[in-house]
């Protein structure tokens, strides 16, 4: 039905080098899932049917390893992979869960964490514990290679800030020891569906009656990006949590999301969740 | 006996292997491609088409407008007002102006921006209690109502003046869209310059017979038409292919090359028709035993831009209104009105799941005030064996109704699991405890009246072709099509049954207008009756030849000759032959071996002066009893069983009928739950695709229970009477009732969305402060 060219290069050097020559008319393909649909839609934002460059080959960039301080993701890990990886089931366990509600077994098994990443969706179930745990993002150039921050790379609905000649080549996750979090949402049906309103939480307390010392809110699905809750991540802090406390967090929290009426929910019924979702967290943690 | 048997599906094997043939996998040489022009506005007055004729040319493309339409621009469904393309005003998003044909669909495509039409908008109306009367916006007609039913029994004042208490109540229904697996699609072959036949995925060959022999002007014997396999239809393929094989027509007529159109479905969802949104206001009066006394209902469809079938839904909706109980005074009116939403049209249930999410809601709303248990209030009410429906017809025959109400009751252990709901107020204080997931048991018991009753009476009969063949093997053919539902498998059953053949040796041949006479559309859950009646016709006639023959080879006089397994059997002599061998000699004594069928549907009537009448042969039931678990919190609904009782007066297969059970009550969960058209302020569809336009998935599919009853028909193939729609007719009420019996909630739109139920919640604490 569509005709479009694919480049696929067996290294990344040669990725890098394609990339140089082709720039943004060369778009990256990874698992295919949100790639093709675009192109099948002609909405890409790279033009009608623009050639892929395919990192299937590149098998350097299949890969997750830990460092001291952090979990290291390749781009080509699926979601499959990272819901089950025992590296992230021990690190960043509303992680695996989070994935866990994309799509189908099928879109799993293609899907990476990266495409989630780069098709910025507000919706996408792999960024708010990403949002929580300030990942960083590494962009190689033929000549160059960068970090940034989650919340620079992504810059609103599908946009993200990149190199018409970069390439993602790594997702950097610090660790966050004793941190209980946790993934919630809300979606119209139990599989193949988008999320109406995600909440994404990691929280740390000395002991586990106590002071909140650090805690660390994302909301998906109701701003043009993730957004961080920072005004209720700082009336939590330093608290011990009581259902007062969980009552005010719940209403502030709506203060700090812009949601919209779409075709999945209402502006309403969005901001209300965002508080139910993030009490429910907290109650579980009285 | 082969009636009876779950026997496995004649088409499962292509169907499973990826074999069968569907529309986009047939091919003609030199085929072409059809792209539609339409229109961008709801509402417009086409000012002026301008062709780019060197554009055209440049493309390869030929473009046919009104003007190029040979015979009558009116694609034939009820009221002839529906234009194959706008010639003067455009009244829905995505009608067809004009039609472009090219050698590829990317050619066909790019050759849409050849036709220039300059539109100059017109006020646009698209909620029908506007369009009502509307005193200068006309769509249809002078006051835009399309069609108006009634009901009128008794004195409607007197039955509310009776009335120890009554309960009123509005309802909103949602278009909803078929989303069959397969999209609409057909490819038009010329045959010279005055013949055609088109191949297409539909539900009713016949009615695009006459829609392309008018628009083509051609004689009807000239139009073939030839069902390819078809991946679901559920209403959706009975009227729109007359439109889209029509399109493919023209531009096979304009070329005389074949034509190909096939949706993508975005196009699909965008164009085609879907179930009517409908809002009902009903009045139930009932005595403080629990006896209803009146009904009332106003009830307004939407019937989109052109009438299409909309008359013939509306009635079926009037008719079910009042739902399957007895009721000594009654007032339904029906009204359908044309707005400027694309046409909507015929789905599964054709206007009565709407009615009946009313009227059980209002069922369970009369019992929770009565505090009598909503099955009790049922049974003093349902209709019994002798008993006068609400349109004054006597039920005498068939009616299981109670008996699926007990199994249900019983299957669903609704004795132990029913209590009255809990009050608003306290579930509300436990849901900020935390306690904030509610079970709940809700019931619905509805009827269908089977067939095309009395409003489509004269298409009730049907053709049929039975031919035994040189090896013992038997080929037939009826006007009626496969969609999915199991046909092909249980006729094969009767003509197997029929002729004492083995099934395996029974085959049909696919559907075509020059094999049999026109038989009627497959709606109406007609199919396995109406063609199952019309082939023991032919095979009764086919015996009847046969013992005929058989007759001295078996030393018997041919009336004492009758089939008994494989074999014909003589009572007098005690001698036998096997049929196949009887066969064999037929064809060595030159014997006739092939019969037509024919049968006319019972008769029916209805007089709408009079609000009554006998609108259908026969009846099925259905109780539905659905379990729910609501989460008060976020208003999500999940619903976790359902028992869906039918009686269906003999299950030919009892394993093609349980796949209908559970795919239509699926279906009517989607319909309660989870599906909805979403419009566009500028009128058109904003939930374009099925990843927009959400339909339950595995994920979200509740533990069916099939209860089956049989209550046979007396004049039913081995009493058989069709069992297409009722299962999703009464699932919606079902779900909102159980939503109610968990958390004290009523649900007076569906689906019941989390968004909707969180609403509800809130708009009772608003009216209910602590």
């Known amino acids: 039905m569509y005709e479009f060219e694919i480049h696929s290069p067996t290294n990344l050097e040669e990725a890098l080098k394609l990339k140089a020559t082709f720039g943004a008319e060369l778009h990256p393909l990874a698992g295919g899932t949100d790639v093709l649909v675009s192109i099948r839609n002609n909405h890409i934002n790279w033009g009608e049917c623009p050639s892929l460059l395919n990192l299937n080959k590149i098998q350097k960039l299949h890969f997750i390893r830990e460092t001291p301080d952090t979990i290291e993701i390749g781009p080509l890990l699926t979601h499959t992979e990272i819901s089950t990886h025992p590296l992230i089931r021990k690190h960043i366990p509303p992680l695996a869960k989070a994935v866990a509600f994309i799509g189908s077994p099928q879109i799993r098994n293609r899907g990476t964490i990266a495409g989630n990443m780069c098709h910025a969706s507000p919706a996408a179930d792999s960024l708010p514990i990403l949002y929580c745990r300030n990942a960083k993002i590494e962009i190689q150039t033929h000549n160059r290679t960068n970090l940034v921050p989650i919340e620079e790379f992504i810059t609103g609905p599908g946009f993200i800030t990149i190199d018409p000649s970069g390439i993602l080549t790594k997702i950097i996750i610090p660790k966050l020891p004793n941190y209980i979090g946790d993934y919630l949402s809300l979606r119209q049906r139990q599989a193949l569906s988008c999320n109406v309103v995600s909440v994404g939480v990691e929280m740390f307390r000395p002991n586990c009656e106590g002071k909140i010392t650090d805690i660390r809110i994302a909301l998906g699905a109701v701003a043009p990006t993730v957004v961080r809750g920072r005004k209720t991540e700082k009336l939590l802090k330093n608290k011990v949590l009581t259902e007062d406390l969980i009552d005010e967090a719940s209403s502030l929290i709506q203060t700090e999301c812009i949601p919209i009426d779409d075709v999945r929910s209402n502006k309403s019924y969005r901001q209300a969740m965002t508080g139910v979702l993030l009490a429910r967290f907290l109650f579980s943690q009285i | 006996m082969v009636i009876g048997k779950p026997l496995p599906r004649k088409d499962a094997r292509l169907k499973v292997k990826g074999e069968a043939q569907y529309i986009y996998d047939l091919s003609f040489p030199d085929e072409h491609f ?480 020059s094999r049999v006479p026109d038989s009627g559309p497959t709606v109406a859950s007609r199919a396995t009756t109406f063609s199952g009646r019309s082939l023991q016709n032919a095979c009764q006639q086919i015996r009847s030849l046969m013992f005929e023959i058989i007759a001295p080879h078996l030393e018997s006089d041919s009336c004492n000759l009758q089939i008994e397994g494989n074999y014909i059997i003589s009572t007098s002599s005690e001698k036998k032959i096997l049929v196949e061998d009887a066969i064999e000699i037929m064809y060595q004594e030159r014997g006739q071996v092939a019969k037509a069928g024919w049968d006319v549907a019972p008769p029916t009537d209805y007089d709408n002066e009079k609000g009554q009448g006998n609108p259908y042969a026969i009846y099925a039931w259905c109780s539905n009893i659905a379990e729910v678990e609501v989460d008060t919190q976020t208003g999500t609904v999940l619903i976790k069983n359902i028992w869906a009782a039918h009686d269906v007066g003999r299950a030919i297969n009892p394993q093609t009928l349980k796949g209908q059970i559970e795919g239509g009550t699926l279906q009517g969960v989607g319909y309660g739950r989870y599906e909805e058209i979403i419009f566009t302020p500028e009128g058109g569809i904003l939930s374009n695709n099925l990843g927009t336009y959400l339909v339950p998935t595995t994920k979200d599919t509740p533990n069916i229970q099939s209860i089956i009853v049989e209550d046979p028909w007396k004049s039913g193939p081995y009493g058989a009477k069709g069992i297409g729609e009722q299962p999703l007719m009464g699932i919606a009420p079902a779900i909102t009732n159980a939503i109610y019996n968990a958390i004290g909630v009523r649900i007076s739109e569906i689906p019941a969305t989390p968004e909707r139920v969180w609403q509800a919640i809130q708009d009772k604490l608003q009216e209910e402060p602590e």
């Open chain 2, 34 to 513: 059809l792209a539609v022009v339409r229109s961008p506005h709801a509402h417009a007055r086409i000012k002026k088409i301008k062709i780019d004729n060197e554009k055209a040319k440049q493309l390869g493309a030929t473009i046919g407008t009104a003007k190029e339409i040979p015979g009558k621009n009116i694609v034939h469904v009820i009221l002839d007002d529906w234009p194959l393309l706008a010639e003067n005003v455009v009244r829905h998003v995505g009608e067809p102006v004009a039609i472009v044909v090219a050698k590829n669909p990317k050619n066909a495509k790019k050759a849409i921006s050849a036709v220039h039409v300059e539109y100059e908008k017109l006020p646009e109306l698209f909620d029908p209690t506007e369009a009502k009367d509307h005193s200068s916006i006309h769509i249809y007609g002078d006051n835009n109502i399309v069609s108006y039913w009634q009901q009128r029994k008794g004195d409607i004042n007197k039955g509310f003046e009776e009335a120890d208490i009554i309960v009123e109540g509005e309802y909103r229904t949602p278009a909803q869209e078929h989303a069959y697996i397969e999209t609409q699609g057909c490819i038009a072959v010329p045959l010279g310059h005055d013949e055609i036949t088109v191949y297409g995925s539909m539900q009713c060959p016949f009615y695009v017979q006459r829609a392309v022999a008018d628009i083509l002007g051609y004689p009807w014997s000239k139009v073939t038409i030839i069902q390819t396999t078809t991946g679901g239809a559920f209403g959706g393929k009975e009227d729109q292919p007359n439109q889209l094989a029509s399109l493919v027509a023209l531009g096979a007529y304009l070329t005389r090359k074949p034509v190909k159109y096939i949706l993508s479905r975005e196009e699909d969802i965008e164009n085609t028709s879907k179930r009517h949104p409908a809002i009902i206001r009903m009045k139930t009066g009932a005595s403080k035993d629990g006896v209803l006394t009146a009904v009332q209902v106003e009830h307004l469809m939407n019937s989109g831009a052109y009438a299409t079938l909309t008359p013939a839904v509306l009635y079926r909706g009037c008719l079910h209104a009042v739902g399957p109980y007895r009721c000594p005074n009654v007032d339904v009116q029906s009204y359908a009105i044309a707005t400027n939403l694309v046409p909507f049209g015929a789905f599964r249930g054709f206007g009565s799941p709407q009615v009946l999410f009313a009227c059980e809601e209002q069922m369970d709303r009369i019992a929770a005030e009565l505090n009598i248990d909503p099955i009790e209030f049922r049974e003093r009410n349902l209709i019994k064996q002798g008993d006068t429906a609400s349109f004054g017809q006597i039920i005498d025959n068939s009616v299981g109704m109670l008996e699926t109400l007990k199994q249900a009751k019983k299957k669903s252990d609704w004795e132990n699991k029913w209590k009255p709901a809990p009050d608003f107020n306290y579930v509300m204080e436990e849901s900020k405890r935390g306690n904030y997931k509610w079970s709940g048991i809700g019931i619905s018991t509805i009827f269908y009246g089977v067939g095309l009753g009395s409003a489509g009476k004269q298409l009730s009969r049907t053709g049929s072709y039975v031919q035994l063949e040189p090896d013992g093997s038997v080929r037939f053919a009826v006007g009626t099509t496969e969609i999915g539902q199991g046909m092909i498998t249980v006729l094969s059953q009767i003509v197997a049954s029929e002729l004492g053949i083995n099934y395996s040796k029974v085959n049909m041949m696919p559907v075509d207008t």
